[in-house]
């Protein structure tokens, strides 16, 4: 969540505090279910060093200054940043993507239009071209410019290069620069009025921009 948190249409959708502690577990759930899908792919990258410092003491016969050196931390990879591609879906394949469950409290207006908004826009680009689709990618603010998103976007570059097929995703504005580094295209802009978060009773324009990318 911190790597989408201030997002304003995540903001709009979910308005409240409360809300977005709860759609913490929505996630948990559909990314449980996301990784048992063979049409989709769960990705993270990991910092280990708290491990590899773990298994340096280890090697050198020291674990339990090890431990005493970290306390109580969790001595676990911490997840710095995921992503999730779907994989392409053809005209005459049986398949659908289990549904979100979204929590109590959310606008699901603004959801829906924006859903609707995001998937008239794939349509007009990809028409009905199976493709490679970046559904989201986040990273950790602490750990954003070490080359983490990078990584992720690579690996569906590489799928899209190995099979022939193209790829596609909405961007923020502040990751275009991210896309097009990697050679994703600019193809449609998204946008929808809402609610300023910051401005109450004032209306703005949240825009994303459609990019694809074909090998």
């Known amino acids: 969540m911190a790597a989408f948190e201030s997002n304003t249409m995540l903001r709009a959708q979910f308005p409240t505090a409360t809300v977005r502690e709860a759609l913490k577990h929505s996630i948990e759930k559909k990314a449980y279910a996301d990784i048992l899908d063979p049409q989709i792919t769960v990705l993270v990258v990991k910092d280990v060093s708290v491990k590899a410092f773990m298994e340096h003491e280890a090697d050198q016969r020291q674990p339990k200054q090890a431990v005493d050196a970290l306390g109580d931390a969790d001595h676990a990879p911490r997840i710095v940043s995921f992503a999730k591609w779907t994989h392409p ?127």
């Open 89 to 215: 879906v053809g005209i005459e394949d049986e398949y659908e993507e289990l549904a979100w469950i979204w929590p109590e409290g959310t606008d699901m207006k603004i959801l829906e239009d924006w859903t609707k908004q995001t998937q008239e826009t794939a349509k007009k680009v990809l028409g009905s071209e199976p493709a490679y689709k970046l559904s989201f990618v986040g990273t950790d603010p602490v750990y954003t410019r070490r080359g983490a998103a990078s990584l992720l976007v690579q690996w569906g570059i590489a799928q899209c290069q190995q099979h022939g097929k193209p790829g596609y995703l909405e961007s923020t504005l502040e990751a275009v620069r991210l896309y097009e580094k990697h050679g994703f295209e600019a193809a449609a802009r998204i946008e929808l009025d809402i609610e300023s978060d910051e401005k109450l009773g004032e209306r703005e324009q949240y825009a994303e921009i459609g990019f694809i990318y074909r090998p």
